[in-house]
């Protein structure tokens, strides 16, 4: 297909991409300058061991997480291992920074004597990350790497795709349930 023209990206597509890496990289900002100005900062064995964790989620299940979505929108016209791959090192290396703010918020917890999974937030927040480490498996066994039959990777495709929004919207939700806790408890 050498003289076959390439399809046109969808109109505007680079501006919502422009958008949102910069609607994300505000967000990581102000999260950043919220735990620096208003809860003291990060710091790994210490009392502020626990701001490690709405900056990790943040990073993670909201920023990379959303990323790694649109990889296949953005190199749509590179060659399809290459955006495969990179697509599961995103959604991987969201998964690593997100398990080391659920290792930081369990630590934190123990240190002060707090119970785990005792809000709604933790609860949304946990059944994210296992679904999420669950359907970075099945996508790479599916279709990363070698084995998977071409009818079973068609068939789990369009479920990969929207457990895969849903995933992305379920992460933005506990995040926003957890800053919601969050304000209540400095609220009383």
């Not at 505007?12 to 900062?41: D, I």
């Not at 990323?67 to 991987?92: N, Q």
């Not at 123990?110 to 669950?134: E, N, Q």
């Not at 079973?152 to 929207?162: A, E, S, T, V």
Request: aromatic share 12%.
């Amino acid at each position: 297909m050498d003289g076959a023209p390439t399809p046109a990206s969808p109109a505007g597509l680079s501006a919502y991409v422009a958008v949102s890496q910069l609607l994300g990289l505000m967000l990581l900002a102000t999260t950043g300058a919220w735990l620096g100005r208003y809860r003291g900062g990060v710091a790994w064995h210490s009392p502020l061991q626990f701001n490690i964790h709405p900056l990790c989620m943040v990073l993670g299940m909201v920023f990379l997480q959303g990323d790694a979505l649109l990889v296949y929108r953005v190199f749509r016209h590179e060659a399809k291992r290459s955006t495969k791959v990179l697509h599961a090192l995103l959604h991987g290396l969201a998964l690593v920074i997100a398990l080391v703010g659920i290792i930081a918020v369990f630590e934190s917890h123990r240190t002060k004597g707090i119970p785990d999974m005792y809000s709604l937030h933790s609860w949304c927040g946990m059944a994210a990350f296992v679904l999420y480490l669950l359907q970075w498996l099945l996508g790479c066994g599916f279709f990363l790497l070698p084995g998977a039959s071409f009818s079973l990777r068609r068939w789990y495709k369009p479920q990969h795709i929207f457990f895969g929004i849903a995933l992305f919207v379920l992460s933005i939700a506990a995040c926003l349930l957890g800053i919601t806790e969050m304000l209540l408890f400095n609220i009383r």
